[in-house]
Antibody
Framework: QIQLVQSGPELKKPGESVKISCKAS????????MNWVKQAPGNGLKWMGW????????TYADDFKQRFVFSLETSASTAYFQINNLTIEDTGTYFC???????????WGQGVMVTVSS | DIVMTQSPSSLAVSAGETVTINCKSS????????????LAWYQQKPGQSPKLLIY???TRQSGVPDRFIGSGSGTDFTLTISSVQAEDLAIYYC????????FGAGTKLELK
């Protein structure tokens, strides 16, 4: 069956970096884009952007253009998301979701809790 | 960006009641080329990732019980849950995929 399995929780200090993985299985990885969505504690969902798994081209939402990097390891059907120079405001749960342009995401990873604290 | 406004923010219900959640978009989600509304509904239970319930405003995802009904067009949409069950207690989000993805703030469904 289709699965998106993300890496485990992270505890980081301000200024550090974090890299999260999302391993896809049960479908052809390059047939679907990979989206990233943030959920701050007690808050709703915010789309961060997506990466074209066919070309590797990332697209970032306006609020996520400076310190955020989407990447792929296509041979391993894995997408990565990195945040550089972490701040307290980066604390939250990050989801990977598969999707196609102009379609809703039909499968989501389990989410990764990132805690940034001094 | 398209702003999605959901109401109410929370709702206390008894099992067996019918509930309605509203979602309004700041611009039309109806694409004239295919007459489809680019609106979905998700359900998120505590500690879980969101689950797709409804897409194209009214199409149920495979396996979703028929007590979940999506309706509306243009800028005004509704999720109706008939005969609410305890397992339906969750936060519900509307989501537009017409343009850069945005979500509503969520409606928390609680038991009275």
């Amino acid at each position: 069956q289709i699965q998106l399995v993300q890496s485990g929780p992270e505890l980081k200090k301000p200024g550090e970096s974090v890299k999260i993985s999302c391993k896809a299985s049960g479908y052809t990885f390059t047939d679907y884009a990979m989206n990233w969505v943030k959920q701050a504690p007690g808050n709703g969902l915010k789309w961060m952007g997506w990466i074209n798994t066919h070309t590797g081209k990332p697209t970032y939402a306006d609020d996520f253009k400076q310190r955020f990097v989407f990447s792929l390891e296509t041979s391993a059907s894995t997408a990565y998301f990195q945040i550089n120079n972490l701040t307290i405001e980066d604390t939250g749960t990050y989801f990977c979701t598969r999707g196609k342009m102009y379609n809703p995401s039909d499968h989501w990873g389990q989410g990764v809790m990132v805690t940034v604290s001094s | 960006d398209i702003v999605m406004t959901q109401s109410p923010s929370s709702l206390a219900v008894s099992a067996g009641e019918t509930v309605t959640i509203n979602c309004k978009s700041s611009q039309s989600l109806l694409y004239s080329g295919n007459r489809k509304n680019y609106l979905a509904w998700y359900q998120q239970k505590p500690g879980q990732s969101p689950k797709l319930l409804i897409y194209w405003a009214s199409t149920r995802q495979s396996g979703v019980p028929d007590r979940f009904i999506g309706s509306g067009s243009g800028t005004d949409f509704t999720l109706t849950i008939s005969s609410v069950q305890a397992e339906d207690l969750a936060i519900y989000y509307c989501h537009q995929y017409y343009d850069i993805y945005t979500f509503g703030a969520g409606t928390k469904l609680e038991l009275k």
